[in-house]
């Protein structure tokens, strides 16, 4: 049964998810090179067709595009994604220095571990819209800020420790 799951999910065959998130991903690229700037607004694609004009009505049965990068690039354009490409270098940047910078294994591990978290919501992403969909962008916001706030936890931290040794002396 996995195997025939397995061997069924192919862009070949036109039932697949697979196949249809790749269509999905098609139509969102199509619609990035038509709106290549600011995209179509957030949101708006949903009732856009193909000649651009909207149809309210049609919006509950257009899927979404199952990929967040996907996702701001058509409603956002270029500028939108680099945008959200520049907040994840931030947050991936932010959180290797605060490795580099950590001696103490604790906080290392609880750091490896939240950034293992968001590397992993990442690259789900990739096949879901992980930051977009009410069902679990709570959830993943919620581990990014986690994150963020270990990491000037441990900042805090370490100044305090600092402070200690200088009136110590």
Known sequence: ????????????NPDSSLAKRYER?????EILKEYPILGTGWGVYLGM?????????????????????FEIASQMGI???LSYYF??????QISINS???????????VLSGM???VVAILIYSLGEQQFFAIETA??????????????NYQKAKKEALLKLLKVAR
């Not at 004009?53 to 990929?67: F, G």
């Not at 907040?87 to 991936?92: D, E, F, L």
């Not at 490795?99 to 591990?109: A, I, N, Q, S």
């Open 87 to 92: 907040i994840w270098y931030r947050i991936g």
């Open 25 to 29: 991903w098609r139509n969102a690229f």
């Open 99 to 109: 490795v580099k910078t950590t001696h103490d294994y604790r906080d290392l591990t």
């Open 49 to 69: 067709q193909r000649d651009g004009s909207l149809n309210e009505t049609a919006w509950r049965a257009l899927p979404r595009w199952h990929n967040s990068f």
């Open 138 to 151: 709570s959830f993943s916001w919620f581990i990014v800020g986690l994150l963020m706030f270990y990491i």
């Open 1 to 12: 049964m996995i195997e025939k799951r397995i061997v069924d999910q192919t862009i070949e």
């Open 115 to 117: 950034i293992a978290s």
């Open 79 to 81: 500028f939108g994604l």
